[in-house]
């Protein structure tokens, strides 16, 4: 497979790894067999990355069915996104679909796919968040000229997804794993500990993501480690991770913190990344 430095993410995605990618680099495999990452979000590693076959996995099922939309149905999808305009009331309108269950309900798997990219260009900081009952609520971003149509990186992560291997799953992150065989890589980047009351952005799908599966995802990695399967994990640089993967090589990194209620704690802040292997 040819690498394109076309293929980018789709989506903006609070706790994207763009910026982090020259660091996570150095510590992915030179070689595997299967690229997992059970957490897709926006993708930038696996799109940065490229690998000929993967299986990728999200809870949320409106993302995931963007991306099958960005795969299969890509010049649908372009056409459909050039009906949206930048607009507070219309966007709001577009919002409120989902709370409309007949009218959401009559929308075809790419008109889901154009809304949702839609909302997601054009609301605030690209803040991913869903309440309680699975409705978009992220306001309005008042944006001057935001990238709605983004037809050239739908276009090459289009091609991306039909020439590679790459199987799209919606689920849990541990069944996204079944099957796994030794030789494969897996990389997490779970929803993060927060590191204060005010930092936690974990709505991007129902049910959040507390300390509880913080420990079941670790006891995966203890079952990955355990047949020999390399995995590279992300997480905040809290006491609980740190002790959590303490039997784990961790490295601290640098990341630059762009969402957090309290303005003078927007910046720099120590992020990690834990690997079973040198």
């Not at 006891?219 to 039997?247: P, R, V």
């Amino acid at each position: 497979m040819k690498y394109s430095k076309l293929v980018a993410p789709v989506v903006k995605w609070v706790g994207g790894k763009r910026q982090l990618l020259p660091e996570i680099k150095k510590y992915i495999p030179k070689s595997f067999t299967t690229y997992y990452e059970p957490f897709l979000g926006g993708g930038a590693v696996l799109f940065n990355s490229q690998p000929p076959k993967a299986i990728v996995n999200d809870i949320n099922e409106e993302l995931i069915n963007l991306y099958i939309a960005v795969r299969d149905n890509a010049d649908e999808l372009i056409e459909d996104l050039k009906k949206y305009t930048n607009d507070s009331e219309y966007f709001y309108s577009v919002r409120e679909l989902d709370r409309k269950t007949d009218s959401y309900s009559k929308l075809t798997n790419v008109q889901r796919a154009s809304r949702i990219h839609y909302l997601n260009k054009t609301c605030f900081n690209g803040l991913f968040r869903v309440n309680m009952a699975g409705q978009f609520n992220s306001p309005f971003g008042s944006y001057k000229n935001p990238n709605i149509v983004n037809e050239v990186t739908i276009r090459a992560v289009s091609k991306y997804l039909n020439d590679a291997k790459i199987e799209l799953k919606c689920g849990d992150y541990e069944e996204s794993l079944r099957g796994i065989k030794k030789g494969a890589f897996v990389y997490f980047d779970p929803p993060y500990d927060p590191i204060s009351d005010s930092s936690s952005f974990t709505g991007y799908a129902r049910g959040g993501f507390d300390r509880n599966e913080q420990i079941r995802l670790k006891m995966l990695c203890d079952k990955l480690d355990a047949k020999g399967i390399k995995f590279l994990l992300s997480n905040s640089s809290t006491d609980f991770i740190i002790d959590l993967y303490k039997d784990y090589k961790i490295e601290t990194i640098q990341a630059k913190r762009s969402i957090n209620s309290k303005g003078d704690e927007r910046g720099e802040v120590d992020e990690v990344l834990v690997r079973n292997y040198e």
